[in-house]
């Protein structure tokens, strides 16, 4: 597949052990490669956010997240939209790292129906961490003056492009009840 230069750009630099800010579903995101420990901990460093937390992987299909999650027998296949992204918490493996998993035994996964994210994903091939744009606490950037203000001197790329179309952060669920943790 042929990328622009922004996405071969940003492919580079999360390759290389950088952090980048990027459009997602509804809000910025700040992302990294998620076996990078020192990637992950400059993200988290960025957002002032507890690492027991745990932070979102995206990706653009279930492979990406092999060697990383265990869906249950009969689960459904992480569904999402663009305009309601669904972010699942799901049964993780022995090998995804405690820098993602936080102090949780599940993982915080979304397949992302935006183009650029997932663009992103492929170019990398690779999952991605995918946390919003924001301090800890603070509401997140939506759009890219925003984000250019608060974070532009902190990431290593910034990849060109809009959010939406959703309004905001992705709901996030429990897999094997459908509980929802977080409403969107």
């Not at 183009?115 to 091939?125: E, G, M, R, T």
Request: aromatic fraction near 6%; charge should be negative; proline fraction near 7%.
């Amino acid at each position: 597949m042929a990328y622009s230069q922004p996405l071969k750009r940003a492919a580079r630099i999360l390759r290389s052990g950088g952090v980048i800010a990027y459009p997602t579903e509804g809000v910025f995101g700040l992302g990294c490669l998620p076996d990078d420990f020192a990637a992950v901990c400059r993200v988290l460093a960025i957002k002032d956010r507890d690492p027991a937390l745990g932070l979102v992987l995206i990706a653009t299909d279930i492979e990406q997240l092999d060697g990383w999650i265990e869906l249950p027998e009969g689960s459904s296949i992480l569904k999402t939209s663009s305009d309601k992204p669904v972010t699942w918490i799901v049964p993780a493996t022995d090998e995804a790292p405690y820098w993602v998993r936080g102090e949780h035994a599940g993982l915080a996964v979304r397949l992302t129906t935006h183009p650029i994210a997932a663009a992103l994903c492929d170019a990398a091939d690779s999952a991605l961490v995918s946390t919003s744009a924001n301090i800890h606490g603070r509401p997140p950037a939506r759009n890219a003056f925003v984000l250019r203000r608060h974070f532009g001197a902190l990431v290593d790329y910034i990849v060109p492009g809009e959010c939406g179309p959703a309004s905001g952060a992705s709901e996030i669920r429990e897999l094997a009840s459908g509980k929802v943790l977080r409403s969107a």
